[in-house]
């Protein structure tokens, strides 16, 4: 299948600075991307579709101007946590869809550590 | 989105087919059915999709019932690997369209 990657894997962070996440679609192109969060022992939680060269759609309840999310290009995306808090820390998990195929295909996932 | 409904976990002993249900009997004519798993701090992988035919593949079969109104994801020999959470999701196929998550089943196989 197709493959999407993430970076960085794992960051740790101190409370109030930023962390920007990027997805990759290695193989094909993706005009959208969605970002995903999963705490301990829950299922993963649709954050927003990043839209390529225009704005995210985001989830309800999720803060936009928190969760920055740019998809400047066809197979990159970012997300970036602003003024992160030790609640944000969780594992953020990108997904692409593409290249003719109907389903998604996810990154491996980052997890995210504020101090 | 139709919901999707699993049992919450499930044991499978090594070597012998896993069997996972999923009931989904909102589903409209055009939302397939989809399985992924997750091992643990992994991201999800694909493993199967289809809308009313039987599907198979390297990994899995998927059976759905002639109603659509739920369907069962086959491991024909599960191993000790594929010991993961697995997720069934039904959505419009569009690379546009989201998925959902429900919370799926927890499959453990036991040596």
């Known amino acids: 299948g197709a493959v999407v990657s993430q970076h960085p894997s794992r960051v740790i962070c101190k409370s109030g600075t930023s962390v920007k996440i990027e997805c990759r679609s290695l193989?094909?192109?993706?005009?959208?991307m969605f970002w995903y969060r999963q705490f301990p022992k829950q299922s993963l939680m649709l954050m927003a579709t990043s839209n390529e060269g225009s704005k995210a759609t985001y989830e309800q309840g999720v803060e936009k101007d928190k969760f920055l999310i740019n998809h400047a290009s066809l197979t990159l995306s970012t997300l970036t946590v602003t003024s992160a808090h030790p609640e944000d820390s969780s594992f953020y998990i990108c997904s692409a869809g593409g290249g003719g195929a109907d389903t998604q295909y996810f990154g491996p996932g980052t997890r995210l550590t504020v101090l | 989105d139709a919901k999707t409904t699993q049992p919450p976990s499930m044991d499978c002993a090594e070597g012998r087919a896993a069997n996972l249900p999923c009931n989904h009997s909102t589903i409209s004519g055009n939302e397939y059915v989809y399985w992924y798993r997750q091992i643990h701090s992994q991201g999800p992988q694909y493993i199967i999709h289809g809308l009313k035919n039987n599907e198979t593949n390297e990994m899995a079969s998927l059976i759905i019932t002639e109603d659509r109104k739920s369907s069962t994801l086959i491991l024909p020999h599960a191993t000790l690997r594929d010991t993961a959470v697995y997720y069934c999701i039904v959505r419009v196929a569009n690379t546009g369209n989201q998925f959902y998550f429900g919370t799926g089943t927890s499959l453990t196989v036991i040596p």
């Open positions: 193989d094909f192109q993706a005009t959208t």
